[in-house]
């Protein structure tokens, strides 16, 4: 009913930059906060970002000062902006919608994308 793709993820030099985005399909009336998760091979799932509807922010230690999330509601669009980059950044990039209402008013919980894989090497 709804779907989260995640397209941009790929391979860059430390120091570079990458700008995955996180587009959701289906019969949407309104997503009220998403998230971009990582997780590195054998390790556990980490929160990158979060972005609410009303366009708060909050990020991972991590992530201060190199990623910047954001989103377009008219697209059900959001993205992760990421800079300087480096190898421990390589993961697998998620993007989660702990709730979304449909044009149906029922709601759905906790859709994940399929991931996109970053991948930080010289």
């Known amino acids: 009913q709804v779907q989260l793709v995640e397209t941009g993820g790929g391979l860059v030099q430390p120091g570079g930059s990458l700008n995955l985005s996180c587009v959701a399909y289906?019969?949407?009336?309104?997503?009220?906060?998403t998230s971009w998760y990582r997780q590195a091979p054998g390790k556990q799932r980490d929160l990158v970002a979060t972005i609410t509807s009303g366009g708060s922010t909050d990020y991972a230690s991590f992530a201060k000062g190199r990623f910047t999330i954001s989103k377009d509601n008219t697209k059900n669009t959001m993205s992760l902006q990421m800079s300087n980059l480096k190898p421990e950044d390589t993961a697998v990039y998620y993007c989660n919608a702990p709730r979304i209402m449909t044009k149906s008013d029922t709601y759905l919980y906790d859709i994940w994308g399929q991931g996109t894989q970053v991948t930080v090497s010289s």
């Open positions: 289906g019969n949407i009336y309104n997503i009220y906060k």
